[in-house]
């Protein structure tokens, strides 16, 4: 025991006197956590606006004002001809044109054909809808303000009920991934690449050679990095709660059992790819390959799993990260107890033992 | 002697088992897949109904939801709990709930309520999913309104006739926006960091001391070893554009030389810091992390997920020490609107600037004796 | 044979290298004539490394000088970098790369005219013995043919001085035997080998020796000279008796 504890004494010194790694590693977490957290935002503000009013009567201005005291929009400008759009677009700064149809207000009264034009850049799909459906909104504010209507009867008010999120947070959706995506960074990535290193220096073999069971050789090259795994989990947690205003509403135990489950699976597959490869490079590539990328594709940590084409889908059921976002997200966010992270569990755990067994299996047929 | 350096780094560049195939591979399977998986189209929203009223009204707004097309209705449950079942399992992502006696209320009253309660831990899809609710429900009110004012007075109330248009993409079309910006992706590791971790793995090795004892200058040897990947990265970027051109028929409204000229610069300004990072890393696991760090936050300050003009203002300011906001934004603008080199002015100028300043730094930060 | 009115080749005057406060070379002043084998000794961490690192250009002195082939480390440490071949104790030849395309790049680099290059790569591999391993990857060599290989390699380009730091490492003594043959041949050639070690029956080889311990030349001679002064029967011994002296711990 005590020459197991000088090993994993060994192994946190190499990490911890690397002094890049180290601040990397613990760093990582927190930089990654703000960046989500503060820049994922999908809500579109502050979009920069030109005008196009031939008219630039009380009603064009009335609704120009609308757009300047909107919190959407920026009025950039006029411009003098609708030929100026296009060139406008392509220095990529104007997000949306507003164009108003000439005489628009003398028109809009008596004929009722009064017309604005809301050319949206379309670049971005998901921007451009958002942009005219804010914009549609706010003329039609102005419209039902400045007709002065009475309370039209027979109206259906729809009320709203924001479940969990009621100021659509993007970091909501965003945290449990990074959680998931950090822990299986650490554990598997560090641990497959640094057993590679041992074995391409061949310290390794030196290692093999002592009296130590390879075995537990293994457990000590992992122990580090469980116990940086866990420091960091709880600096994401500390850091979503305190700075990012998340919540935990369910109960913190069993998120922190559940986060430990997924350690424990990541920890298996750095395990299984380091039993496969002797240098860092290929064990640096295949944990790229075969786990970040997924991870961020396909575990809906960025993008929503519902829109994967059927087969990327079906992948996507034997990445670990995406059961235990599920999973986070259930208890931190929606409240809820483990009957509603029942199938999420045990799915981890089966991955948990299928992946150690498979590894310390490997592990011994490579040594022995 | 330089040409025997370049021979020597073509060579094991074709020799790996792997890189030759990352070079032809990645950009043909991620600009396949990619702008399948990148899809953040807000498609079907699944609905949960809960009707109390069973009217003819109810059943009319029903209609109204199912033939809206942006939702799918998973289920019609017996009461607001057995809905929020379904929203918990992840099978639903709204409820509308129609109070008892809507109807009876609506027409005696001239106002009743509907319920919407949406699933909001993924903001977007919840917050667009009760919009469009709203927006069915106003329509609704519209539809028998108009009915009923018809049949009381004909005047009508003066509309505003509010016309959208998209220009660029006029089908609103997701793949087209992120397709350019996954070609800067691969480009940005196969131009920057694969060399990179090349030259860590030659000093991990020692083989680079042994250079340091010959007459080759750090010059040569830094140029020799950029070069091959310089090459792999315009193949890349073809590679990309033939993949987008064949998988997705898109093609650039600007023109190839803009991108292949922009590309120059990028790849000089990212091998730069590739540079930077090998001069700091002693080993390859360090430089890896320093990677990863860095293209984790380049990234998230490029706007390629998120547009940068909705970040708060101070990671907008902080975004523009991000060199891969700058080229994605020109890929984008060549790609969709056609911009020439005079409308690219501002990106020019700071991809220069950041290929003067990784590269400078690069060489101040090399130390060839201790 | 060892007189001492030969050309000198390397020259060093109170050569030192300090780190911060730690000082790795102490003020060391020797000469080394040309077509001399010269061996230089000390236990690990007496500076023997950084002493060559400082000869070869790798590494700046910290004062003093020094001249390797009539240049100034100090000022012209380029020129010197075309005339001296190096081998390290880690093997500096691409593993990835064949036995031919090795001996190609290092030829290239060091100048030898491409005419030149393919008729010489044959001879060599005629000398060597390695005819049949010109397209065998450098990594599936055996670790005494690499060292040979990377000794060969070394002085392709006729350099006047050879730096060897532990050349001989980890090989067994047949093979040491064989490679010091190649080592004699070299210097008969009138190249110069400035060889570190630490195996002192490979002492025994060299025509002078010089020990270091902490930092400081402390003895320089014929090996037998050496051992008369010191009133040895081995190399090892008189290496015993200064080493005795040392404080520095081994790194």
Same mark, same amino acid.
């Not at chain 1, 208890?331 to 799915?347: C, W, Y």
């Not at chain 2, 004892?213 to 554009?241: E, N, R």
């Not at chain 3, 025994?204 to 010089?210: A, L, N, P, Q």
């Given at each position: /025991?005590?020459?197991?504890?000088?090993?994993?004494?060994?192994?946190?010194?190499?990490?911890?006197?690397?002094?890049?790694?180290?601040?990397?590693?613990?760093?990582?977490?927190? =930089?990654?956590?703000?960046?989500?957290?503060?820049?994922?935002?999908?809500?579109?503000? #502050?979009?920069?606006?030109?005008?196009?009013?031939?008219?630039?009567?009380?009603?064009?201005?009335?609704?120009?004002?609308?757009?300047?005291?909107?919190?959407?929009?920026?009025?950039?400008?006029?411009?003098?001809?609708?030929?100026?759009?296009?060139?406008?677009?392509?220095?990529?700064?104007?997000?949306?044109?507003?164009?108003?149809?000439?005489?628009?207000?003398?028109?809009?009264?008596?004929?009722?054909?009064?017309?604005?034009?809301?050319?949206?850049?379309?670049?971005?799909?998901?921007?451009?809808?958002?942009?005219?459906?804010?914009?549609?909104?706010?003329?039609?504010?102005?419209?039902?303000?400045?007709?002065?209507?009475?309370?039209?009867?027979?109206?259906?008010?729809?009320?709203?009920?924001?479940?969990?999120?009621?100021?659509?947070?993007?970091?909501?959706?965003? =945290?449990?991934?990074?959680?998931?995506?950090?822990?299986?960074?650490?554990?598997?990535?560090?641990?497959?690449?640094?057993?590679?290193?041992?074995?391409?220096?061949?310290?390794?073999?030196?290692?093999?050679?002592?009296?130590?069971?390879?075995?537990?050789?293994?457990?000590?090259?992992?122990?580090?990095?469980?116990?940086?795994?866990?420091?960091?989990?709880?600096?994401?947690?500390?850091?979503?709660?305190?700075?990012?205003? /998340?919540?935990? #509403?369910?109960?913190?135990?069993?998120?922190?059992?559940?986060?430990?489950?997924?350690?424990?699976?990541?920890?298996?597959?750095?395990?299984?790819?380091?039993?496969?490869?002797?240098?860092?490079?290929?064990?640096?590539?295949?944990?790229?390959?075969?786990?970040?990328?997924?991870?961020?594709?396909?575990?809906?940590?960025?993008?929503?799993?519902?829109?994967?084409?059927?087969?990327?889908?079906?992948?996507?059921? =034997?990445?670990?990260?995406?059961?235990?976002?599920?999973?986070?997200?259930?208890?931190?966010?929606?409240?809820?107890?483990?009957?509603?992270?029942?199938?999420?569990?045990?799915?981890?755990?089966? /991955?948990?033992?299928?992946?150690?067994?498979?590894?310390?299996?490997?592990?011994?047929?490579?040594?022995? | 002697?330089?040409?025997?350096?370049?021979?020597?780094?073509?060579?094991?560049?074709?020799?790996?088992?792997?890189?030759?195939?990352?070079?032809?591979?990645?950009?043909?399977?991620?600009?396949?897949?990619?702008?399948?998986?990148?899809?953040?189209?807000?498609?079907?929203?699944? !609905?949960?109904?809960?009707?109390?009223? %069973?009217?003819?009204?109810?059943?009319?707004?029903?209609?109204?939801?199912?033939?809206?097309?942006?939702?799918?209705?998973?289920?019609?449950?017996?009461?607001?709990?057995?809905?929020?079942?379904?929203?918990?399992?992840?099978?639903?992502?709204?409820?509308?709930?129609?109070?008892?006696?809507?109807?009876?209320?609506?027409?005696?009253?001239?106002?009743? %309520?509907?319920?919407?309660?949406?699933?909001?831990?993924?903001?977007?899809?919840?917050?667009?999913?009760?919009?469009?609710?709203?927006?069915?429900?106003?329509?609704?009110?519209?539809?028998?309104?108009?009915?009923?004012?018809?049949?009381?007075?004909?005047?009508?109330?003066?509309?505003?006739?509010?016309?959208?248009?998209?220009? +660029?993409?006029?089908?609103?079309?997701?793949?087209?926006?992120?397709?350019?910006?996954? &070609?800067? &992706?691969?480009?940005?590791?196969?131009?920057?960091?694969?060399?990179?971790?090349?030259?860590?793995?030659?000093?991990?090795?020692?083989?680079?001391?042994?250079?340091?004892?010959?007459?080759?200058?750090?010059?040569?040897?830094?140029?020799?070893?950029?070069?091959?990947?310089?090459?792999?990265?315009?193949?890349?970027?073809?590679?990309?554009?033939?993949?987008?051109?064949?998988?997705?028929?898109? !093609?650039?409204?600007?023109?190839?030389?803009?991108?292949?000229?922009?590309?120059?610069? +990028?790849?000089?300004?990212?091998?730069?810091?590739?540079?930077?990072?090998?001069?700091?890393?002693?080993?390859?696991?360090?430089?890896? +992390?320093?990677?990863?760090?860095?293209?984790?936050?380049?990234?998230? &300050?490029?706007?390629?997920?998120?547009?940068?003009?909705?970040?708060?203002?101070?990671?907008?300011?902080?975004?523009?020490?991000?060199?891969?906001?700058?080229?994605?934004?020109?890929?984008?603008?060549?790609?969709? %609107?056609?911009?020439?080199?005079?409308? !690219?002015?501002?990106?020019?100028?700071?991809?220069?600037?950041?290929?003067?300043?990784?590269?400078?730094?690069?060489? !101040?930060?090399?130390?060839?004796?201790? | 044979?060892?007189?001492?009115?030969?050309?000198?080749?390397?020259?060093?005057?109170?050569?030192?290298?300090?780190?911060?406060?730690?000082?790795a070379v102490d003020?060391?002043?020797?000469?080394?004539?040309?077509?001399?084998?010269?061996g230089f000794l000390g236990a690990n961490g007496a500076g023997k490394t950084t002493a060559?690192?400082?000869?070869?250009?790798?590494?700046?002195?910290?004062?003093?000088? $020094?001249?390797?082939?009539?240049?100034?480390?100090?000022?012209?440490?380029?020129?010197?970098?075309?005339?001296?071949?190096?081998?390290?104790?880690?093997?500096?030849?691409?593993?990835?790369?064949?036995?031919?395309? *090795?001996?190609?790049?290092?030829?290239?680099?060091?100048?030898?005219?491409?005419?030149?290059?393919?008729?010489?790569?044959?001879?060599?591999?005629?000398?060597?013995?390695?005819? *049949?391993?010109?397209?065998?990857?450098?990594?599936?060599?055996?670790?005494?043919?690499?060292?040979?290989?990377?000794?060969?390699?070394?002085?392709?380009?006729?350099?006047?001085?050879?730096?060897?730091?532990e050349?001989?490492g980890?090989?067994?003594?047949?093979?040491?035997? *064989?490679?010091?043959?190649?080592?004699?041949?070299?210097?008969?050639?009138?190249?110069?080998?400035?060889?570190t070690t630490h195996y002192m029956?490979?002492a025994?080889?060299?025509?002078?020796v010089s020990i270091m311990v902490d930092g400081k030349i402390e003895a320089?001679?014929?090996?037998?000279?050496?051992?008369?002064?010191?009133? $040895?029967?081995?190399m090892d011994e008189v290496f015993h008796q200064l080493a005795r002296t040392s404080t520095r711990k081994a790194d």
């Amino acid at each position: /025991m005590n020459q197991f504890l000088t090993f994993v004494q060994k192994e946190f010194y190499h990490i911890f006197r690397d002094r890049w790694t180290t601040i990397i590693l613990l760093l990582l977490p927190v =930089v990654m956590l703000i960046l989500f957290g503060f820049m994922m935002t999908t809500e579109v503000k #502050n979009t920069r606006v030109a005008i196009f009013d031939p008219s630039r009567d009380i009603a064009t201005q009335g609704i120009i004002n609308k757009f300047t005291t909107s919190e959407y929009f920026i009025v950039e400008g006029y411009i003098d001809h609708p030929r100026e759009i296009e060139a406008l677009f392509r220095k990529g700064r104007i997000g949306l044109v507003l164009v108003f149809s000439e005489r628009f207000h003398e028109n809009w009264m008596h004929t009722g054909e009064a017309q604005v034009q809301l050319i949206a850049d379309g670049s971005d799909p998901n921007t451009a809808s958002t942009l005219t459906m804010y914009a549609t909104q706010l003329i039609n504010a102005y419209r039902q303000e400045s007709l002065d209507l009475p309370q039209t009867p027979l109206q259906l008010t729809p009320e709203i009920k924001l479940l969990y999120n009621p100021t659509l947070k993007g970091s909501y959706n965003f =945290v449990p991934g990074v959680m998931g995506m950090i822990l299986m960074l650490i554990c598997a990535m560090m641990t497959s690449v640094s057993i590679a290193r041992e074995k391409e220096t061949g310290t390794m073999e030196v290692l093999l050679v002592s009296p130590m069971k390879s075995i537990q050789i293994i457990i000590a090259k992992v122990v580090p990095y469980f116990f940086i795994s866990v420091i960091n989990l709880t600096t994401v947690l500390v850091l979503s709660v305190f700075v990012l205003g /998340m919540p935990v #509403n369910g109960s913190l135990g069993l998120l922190i059992f559940i986060s430990l489950i997924y350690i424990f699976v990541s920890l298996a597959l750095g395990l299984l790819i380091s039993s496969a490869v002797d240098r860092q490079m290929v064990a640096l590539l295949i944990s790229a390959m075969v786990l970040m990328l997924p991870v961020i594709m396909l575990s809906g940590m960025m993008f929503p799993v519902e829109n994967l084409p059927g087969v990327l889908r079906w992948m996507s059921h =034997v990445i670990p990260a995406k059961w235990y976002m599920i999973a986070v997200k259930k208890i931190m966010i929606e409240g809820l107890g483990f009957e509603a992270v029942a199938r999420e569990f045990v799915i981890l755990c089966s /991955m948990a033992v299928l992946l150690i067994t498979a590894s310390v299996k490997r592990f011994k047929y490579r040594l022995e | 002697m330089i040409k025997y350096l370049i021979e020597k780094e073509f060579k094991q560049f074709f020799r790996n088992t792997f890189l030759p195939k990352v070079v032809v591979a990645l950009p043909f399977f991620a600009v396949l897949i990619f702008p399948l998986v990148a899809n953040f189209d807000v498609g079907h929203i699944n !609905l949960s109904i809960v009707d109390n009223d %069973k009217s003819p009204y109810s059943a009319q707004l029903i209609q109204k939801v199912a033939s809206s097309g942006y939702f799918s209705i998973t289920d019609v449950s017996a009461g607001y709990a057995a809905a929020l079942k379904s929203i918990e399992n992840n099978t639903a992502d709204a409820i509308l709930e129609i109070p008892g006696r809507m109807e009876a209320t609506l027409v005696r009253e001239g106002t009743a %309520k509907v319920l919407i309660s949406a699933n909001t831990v993924n903001g977007m899809k919840g917050g667009l999913g009760s919009a469009y609710l709203s927006s069915i429900v106003a329509d609704f009110n519209a539809h028998i309104r108009s009915e009923l004012m018809q049949v009381k007075s004909g005047r009508a109330v003066p509309a505003l006739n509010i016309v959208p248009m998209y220009k +660029f993409n006029p089908r609103l079309v997701y793949k087209v926006y992120m397709i350019p910006a996954i &070609m800067i &992706m691969i480009l940005a590791v196969v131009g920057g960091f694969l060399p990179a971790l090349n030259i860590v793995s030659e000093k991990e090795s020692g083989t680079i001391e042994q250079m340091n004892v010959t007459p080759v200058s750090k010059f040569q040897f830094i140029v020799a070893k950029l070069i091959p990947y310089w090459v792999a990265g315009f193949v890349v970027l073809t590679i990309s554009f033939l993949a987008a051109w064949v998988f997705y028929g898109l !093609l650039p409204v600007g023109s190839f030389v803009t991108l292949y000229f922009f590309t120059s610069l +990028f790849i000089l300004a990212i091998s730069g810091f590739g540079l930077v990072i090998s001069n700091y890393a002693a080993t390859i696991q360090q430089a890896i +992390f320093m990677i990863f760090f860095f293209i984790i936050t380049f990234i998230f &300050m490029s706007g390629l997920y998120t547009p940068v003009a909705s970040m708060p203002l101070w990671a907008q300011q902080l975004s523009i020490i991000s060199p891969l906001k700058y080229i994605i934004m020109v890929f984008r603008l060549v790609y969709l %609107k056609g911009s020439t080199l005079p409308d !690219l002015a501002v990106p020019f100028a700071a991809l220069s600037g950041f290929a003067v300043f990784f590269n400078g730094w690069a060489i !101040l930060s090399y130390r060839k004796k201790n | 044979m060892k007189s001492t009115t030969r050309d000198i080749v390397i020259s060093a005057q109170q050569l030192t290298k300090k780190f911060g406060r730690f000082t790795a070379v102490d003020a060391i002043s020797f000469d080394v004539y040309k077509g001399e084998i010269f061996g230089f000794l000390g236990a690990n961490g007496a500076g023997k490394t950084t002493a060559m690192r400082m000869l070869s250009g790798l590494s700046a002195a910290t004062s003093g000088r $020094a001249t390797v082939a009539g240049y100034d480390i100090n000022t012209q440490p380029e020129q010197i970098k075309k005339t001296i071949g190096y081998m390290s104790q880690k093997f500096a030849l691409y593993d990835d790369l064949k036995v031919w395309e *090795n001996i190609r790049l290092y030829a290239g680099i060091y100048g030898v005219p491409e005419k030149e290059i393919a008729p010489r790569t044959d001879r060599l591999l005629e000398q060597l013995g390695f005819e *049949n391993e010109r397209n065998t990857m450098v990594k599936s060599l055996p670790l005494g043919w690499k060292q040979k290989l990377a000794f060969s390699v070394a002085i392709f380009h006729e350099p006047t001085v050879v730096f060897l730091d532990e050349p001989t490492g980890g090989v067994d003594p047949a093979a040491r035997r *064989n490679f010091w043959e190649m080592i004699y041949d070299a210097a008969a050639r009138g190249i110069t080998v400035f060889a570190t070690t630490h195996y002192m029956d490979e002492a025994e080889y060299c025509d002078r020796v010089s020990i270091m311990v902490d930092g400081k030349i402390e003895a320089l001679d014929s090996p037998v000279q050496l051992k008369q002064t010191y009133n $040895a029967r081995t190399m090892d011994e008189v290496f015993h008796q200064l080493a005795r002296t040392s404080t520095r711990k081994a790194d």
